[in-house]
């Protein structure tokens, strides 16, 4: 950065170079180019903040279904641990005849055991 001695000099080497009738124009020119520059830098940022705002809230709309979706196969996850599908005992018709559900569950055991179903056995 330019402290307030080495801006001294170099309006003085300003003032000898251009002259004391150009130098006003060119320091309104030099201001006006700074005021252009400083215009089309806000103008940016603001065109930048609120593109990001804008990216921001798409993904805020695509982030919370998600969480959604992930907390339900949470529970689903859970209710499936906890209740052993295996395991839930037969409330309908009892067959007339083939295996009784005691035979499919003795079938299920084997087979979890890495055995043979009955049938196989014979």
Request: charged share 30%.
């Amino acid at each position: 950065m330019i402290d307030g001695g080495e801006w001294i000099v170099i309006v003085l080497v300003a003032l000898m170079v251009l002259g004391p009738e150009r130098l006003p124009m060119l320091s309104r020119k030099l201001g006006g180019w700074a005021r252009e520059l400083r215009m089309a830098a806000r103008e940016m940022r603001t065109g930048l903040e609120a593109e990001v705002g804008d990216l921001k809230q798409v993904r805020d709309d695509l982030v919370q279904p998600i969480k959604e979706v992930r907390a339900s196969l949470r529970d689903a996850s859970r209710l499936a641990a906890e209740s052993n599908p295996s395991r839930i005992p037969w409330n309908g018709p009892k067959p007339v005849s083939g295996p009784t559900p005691a035979d499919a569950i003795a079938d299920l055991d084997r087979i979890e055991a890495g055995e043979p179903p009955a049938e196989d056995q014979a």
